[in-house]
């Protein structure tokens, strides 16, 4: 079980384009990183949770903060989600369930990913966990996190700048 303080587990997934990425590349160069799982593209609950990031994705850049999406989805279908959804963010393939298995996300009853996030920090240490989630409330309460975290200056996050 994965917690607050530890480090996150390193990893390499295709993103939609195909293209080979690592837990150090999604948060080199970012105060933060929001990894959120979830099970399906292109579903209502997924879909409500990915617009919410699209709808607060400046919102997260501003502070920093680097957002993408995990499920067992294949980059094909990561594509036309993005597309259908102007999502602004990268989504990961993992079409296996090896890395949502690493962080606790999978739901070995469906096969799919579970609906879960980890807030890490800029050297890969879990600031947050949150293993119920509201989709529709999601990118909110996310937002509220980090701000949080940035406020209190705790977990290696600095105060943001705007």
């Known amino acids: 079980m994965l917690r607050e303080g530890d480090r996150a587990p390193s990893f390499r997934l295709p993103n939609q384009h195909g293209e080979e990425v690592s ?35 400046e919102s997260f850049r501003r502070m920093g903060v680097n957002v993408v999406g995990v499920s067992v989805d294949d980059t094909e279908s990561h594509r ?28 070995e009853d469906r096969g799919t990913a579970a609906r879960k996030t980890y807030l890490i920090d800029g050297e890969g240490v879990i600031r947050a966990v949150f293993p119920k989630v509201s989709p529709e409330e999601h990118a909110s309460e996310i937002l509220a996190a980090v701000k949080n975290l940035s406020q209190h200056r705790s977990g290696g996050f600095d105060t943001p700048t705007e």
């Open 23 to 57: 837990l150090e590349d999604l948060v080199k160069g970012y105060r933060a990183l929001v990894l959120y799982f979830y099970p399906r593209d292109d579903t209502p609950g997924c879909t409500a949770e990915a617009c919410g990031f699209r709808d607060s994705f």
């Open 80 to 107: 036309r989600f993005i597309g259908k959804y102007k999502l602004p963010f990268t989504l990961l393939s993992d079409v296996d369930g090896r890395v949502s298995r690493l962080y606790d996300a999978y739901r």
